[in-house]
């Protein structure tokens, strides 16, 4: 049984460190891509970040809007993957999932003051 469970959100200022974590049971990360997305109640869902496979290079893919800002990494130790938050902004204000090989994780909400 796959399981993925995200954690690290919260309400949080621009400036500082924030790093959203997805740990994985059932399900190996660095056999597949894996990403991050996030849905907001004015918005679809959308495709934050990703990151292939180690196979494939573990190549990383961002949206436009959180280029420079957001870094997707995993630790295949920990089968965990995760998403460095900087530099945020209000916009970014959304619950944030991850999802891999047709997975969800439950969500993590990420409030942003402005």
């Known amino acids: 049984q796959v399981q993925l469970v995200e954690s690290g959100g919260g309400l949080v200022q621009a400036v500082g460190s924030l790093r959203l974590s997805c740990a994985a049971s059932g399900s190996i990360f660095s056999l597949n891509t894996a990403g991050w997305y996030r849905q907001s109640p004015e918005k679809e869902r959308e495709l934050v970040a990703a990151i292939s496979s180690v196979s494939s290079g573990d190549n990383t893919w961002y949206t436009e809007s959180v280029k420079g800002r957001f870094t997707i990494s995993r630790d295949n130790a920990k089968n965990t993957l995760y998403l460095q938050m900087n530099s945020r902004k209000p916009e970014d204000t959304a619950m944030y999932y991850c999802?891999?090989?047709?997975?969800w994780g439950q969500g993590t909400q990420v409030t942003v003051s402005s």
């Open positions: 999802a891999h090989e047709g997975y």
